[in-house]
T-cell receptor, first 117, second 116 residues
Framework: AAGVIQSPRHLIKEKRETATLKCYPI?????VYWYQQGPGQDPQFLIS???????DKGSIPDRFSAQQFSDYHSELNMSSLELGDSALYFC????????????????FGPGTRLTVT | AQTVTQSQPEMSVQEAETVTLSCTYD???????LFWYKQPPSRQMILVIR??????QNATENRFSVNFQKAAKSFSLKISDSQLGDAAMYFC?????????????FGTGTRLKVLA
């Protein structure tokens, strides 16, 4: 079965540079979520999109922005990178259709490991 | 706001033995979902087991089972016949049923070591 695809898998940037992370949800999934997992930490919710509209917002810095496109893929744009932005960034997708536990259950991608030097 | 607490930063278990990982949560909602995720060194998030709060019956998936105590807001994971491949970080997660807020809230994780 198709899974969530994230690209790139690894990214190295310098301070003050810009990075763009991409997420391709499972086909027919309409909701995308972004999480940030720092070293030795638990994943923290950043932002989510449903049908191309922002649906929820967590602790996402103002330097970050994201959007969901008409084909449902999503991009997380990170500017003025700081050393503290080094983390694993997960994308997850879910479907609002169906019923029971399948509805809204999130499927995680493999993550993008961002290193800021 | 909902919170998830895992009070055991690290646990060890002998191969073939049984281990229980603890998780407590705080919420004012009556209907929600709880999950256990496994994160091996590859750092992929792998769903181990889920529990719907409206179900009284504890979920079971092969060697993995939960002890869900709704009144106590406790959701522990029991791993039976532990295998070397079970060694990983385990995260407990909560998901609200409220429309528009389907994000997962994770605990801080428990690192499980399996001893041969």
């Amino acid at each position: 079965a198709a899974g969530v695809i994230q690209s790139p898998r690894h990214l190295i940037k310098e301070k003050r540079e810009t990075a763009t992370l991409k997420c391709y949800p499972i086909p027919r999934h309409d909701t995308v979520y972004w999480y940030q997992q720092g070293p030795g930490q638990d994943p923290q919710f950043l932002i989510s999109f449903y049908e191309k509209m922002q649906s929820d917002k967590g602790s996402i810095p103002d330097r970050f922005s994201a959007q969901q496109f008409s084909d449902y893929h999503s991009e997380l744009n990170m500017s003025s990178l700081e050393l503290g932005d080094s983390a694993l960034y997960f994308c997850a997708s879910s479907s609002s259709r169906g019923s029971g536990r399948a509805r809204y259950e999130q499927y995680f991608g493999p993550g993008t490991r961002l290193t800021v030097t | 706001a909902q919170t998830v607490t895992q009070s055991q930063p690290e646990m060890s278990v002998q191969e073939a033995e049984t281990v229980t990982l603890s998780c407590t949560y705080d919420t004012s909602e009556s209907d929600y979902y709880l999950f256990w995720y496994k994160q091996p060194p590859s750092r992929q998030m792998i769903l181990v087991i889920r529990q719907e709060a409206y179900k009284q019956q504890n979920a079971t998936e092969n060697r993995f089972s939960v002890n869900f105590q709704k009144a106590a807001k406790s959701f522990s994971l029991k791993i039976s016949d532990s295998q070397l491949g079970d060694a990983a970080m385990y995260f407990c997660a909560y998901r609200s049923p409220t429309s528009g807020t389907y994000k997962y809230i994770f605990g801080t994780g428990t690192r499980l070591k399996v001893l041969a």
